[in-house]
């Protein structure tokens, strides 16, 4: 998929008052936290993780940023966490918000929507010995260009 594929992809036909709407993975929501004010492109929950240092792991994207949330803390003494989208160069979070957020900001939204996966590095529980290695899990991005095209109609 091209740029010009995000640009072109068809939005789907939904108000406002139909959401949330989801389609294959993604959901369009409204917000539910005080960090994502206005409307969202959320995942559904997936465990990621080993034996004993495992957690359930979901995406929010908005406009300006991307939120990988966790059930579990985020051990941030854990190396090289962040994302990788199509296998490209580590995006590391920005920050950690409430200590299981980890937020990435900046425009992603057009360069997930034209990319086939997104890789996610993280580790869990801060403090506990061993710490935690860097676990990784993906996530098919197919059909996410529709997704934030039917996303920018409604914002």
Same mark, same amino acid.
């Given at each position: 998929?091209?740029? /010009? /594929? =995000?640009?072109?992809?068809?939005?789907?036909?939904?108000?406002?008052?139909?959401?949330?709407?989801?389609?294959?993975?993604?959901?369009?929501?409204?917000?539910?936290?005080?960090?994502?004010?206005?409307?969202?492109?959320?995942?559904?929950? $997936?465990?990621?993780?080993?034996?004993?240092?495992?957690?359930?792991? $979901?995406?929010?994207?908005?406009?300006?940023?991307?939120?990988?949330?966790?059930?579990?803390?985020?051990?941030? /003494?854990?190396?090289? %966490?962040?994302?990788?989208?199509?296998?490209?160069?580590?995006?590391?979070?920005?920050?950690?918000?409430?200590?299981?957020?980890?937020?990435?900001?900046?425009?992603?939204?057009?360069? %997930?929507?034209?990319?086939?996966? =997104?890789?996610?590095?993280?580790?869990?529980?801060?403090?506990?010995?061993?710490?935690?290695?860097?676990?990784?899990?993906?996530?098919?991005?197919?059909?996410?260009?529709?997704?934030?095209?039917?996303?920018? =109609? %409604?914002?």
């Amino acid at each position: 998929q091209s740029m /010009a /594929a =995000v640009v072109t992809a068809k939005p789907f036909n939904v108000s406002a008052k139909k959401l949330p709407f989801t389609y294959d993975i993604w959901t369009i929501r409204q917000g539910n936290t005080p960090l994502t004010k206005g409307l969202v492109i959320a995942t559904p929950t $997936w465990e990621m993780g080993k034996e004993g240092y495992t957690s359930q792991i $979901w995406l929010t994207m908005m406009e300006d940023k991307i939120h990988v949330n966790s059930s579990s803390d985020i051990e941030t /003494a854990s190396r090289g %966490l962040g994302i990788k989208i199509d296998g490209g160069d580590l995006i590391p979070f920005s920050s950690i918000s409430d200590n299981n957020i980890g937020v990435i900001k900046g425009k992603w939204l057009d360069t %997930l929507a034209a990319a086939n996966k =997104v890789d996610i590095y993280l580790g869990f529980f801060p403090g506990k010995k061993p710490t935690s290695e860097t676990f990784s899990s993906n996530l098919s991005l197919d059909n996410l260009s529709r997704v934030v095209a039917t996303y920018r =109609v %409604l914002n």
